[in-house]
C-alpha cells in the first residue's frame, strides 16, 4: 500500500499545480505513515523477514526517487525553467547511489531476528559524528512533514535543490563508521 501511494503521490505532483502538488504531498504524507507502520506491526506479529526488509527499503528508494523526478517535472512545467526537472534527477541519482550503497554493504548482514541480542549496539561510547549522522538520517522519517508544509505554501518545489545537494551528501555518509552503526 504505501508503494501504491507513494508512486500517487509522485504522479499528482506531475501536473505542477497547487491543488496537485498539495494532493500529492498528502498521498506522500500517507505512504510514509504506511511505511512507518507495516514494520512496527511485522515485528509485533513477529512476522518480520529478511525479505520484508529488503523490500521497505526498495519501496523506500522507488517512492522517493519517482517522487522527486515527478516533482521537479511538475515544477519545470508550470514555470518553464528546466533545471527543477534536473534537480528532481540529481535528487534521485543520489537516492540511487545510497540505495546501491546500501544493498552492497548489507549484503551479508544479519536481519535483526537473526542476530543474537550481545550484538546490540552500545550507546554509551557515541562520537559527536555518531550523533550528527543518526541526526541527518532521521530526517528522513520526518521528511513527510516537510513536504507537507512546504505544499500547503506552494512552494514544494524549493525542496528541489536542498535535496538534489542532501542525496549525494547522504550516500558519502555511507562511508563512515557511524553510518554503518545506525539503521534508521
Known amino acids: 500500500m504505501s508503494l501504491l501511494f507513494g508512486l500517487a503521490a509522485g504522479i499528482a505532483c506531475l501536473f505542477g499545480t497547487y491543488t496537485w502538488t498539495l494532493i500529492g504531498a498528502f498521498l506522500f ?4 505513515v504506511l511505511d512507518n507502520c507495516d514494520g512496527e506491526i511485522a515485528r509485533f506479529k ?3 523477514s529478511h ?3 529488503r523490500f521497505d527499503t526498495f519501496v523506500d528508494w522507488a517512492v522517493n526517487n519517482f517522487f522527486f523526478v515527478c516533482l521537479g517535472w511538475g515544477a519545470a ?3 518553464g525553467q528546466k ?6 534527477i540529481a535528487a534521485a541519482v543520489g537516492g540511487s547511489i545510497n540505495h546501491g550503497l546500501e544493498l552492497y554493504q548489507n549484503r ?3 536481519h535483526a531476528s537473526q542476530r543474537p541480542p550481545e550484538d546490540a549496539m552500545k550507546k554509551d561510547d557515541d562520537t559527536k559524528m555518531d550523533r550528527f549522522v543518526l541526526n541527518v538520517r532521521t530526517v528522513r522519517s520526518d521528511f513527510c512533514f516537510i513536504v507537507l508544509f512546504l505544499s500547503m505554501g506552494d512552494v514544494l518545489w524549493y525542496i528541489l535543490p536542498p535535496a538534489a545537494i542532501g542525496a549525494q551528501v ?5 562511508f563512515t563508521r557511524s553510518a554503518r552503526r545506525w539503521h534508521v
Open 83 to 88: 533545471w527543477w526537472f534536473w534537480t528532481g
Open 46 to 48: 513477529n512476522m518480520s
Open 108 to 110: 551479508t548482514k544479519l
Open 51 to 53: 525479505f520484508g526488509m
Open 29 to 32: 504524507f500517507v505512504c510514509y
Open 170 to 174: 547522504y550516500w558519502c555518509l555511507q
Open 77 to 79: 512545467s508550470v514555470t
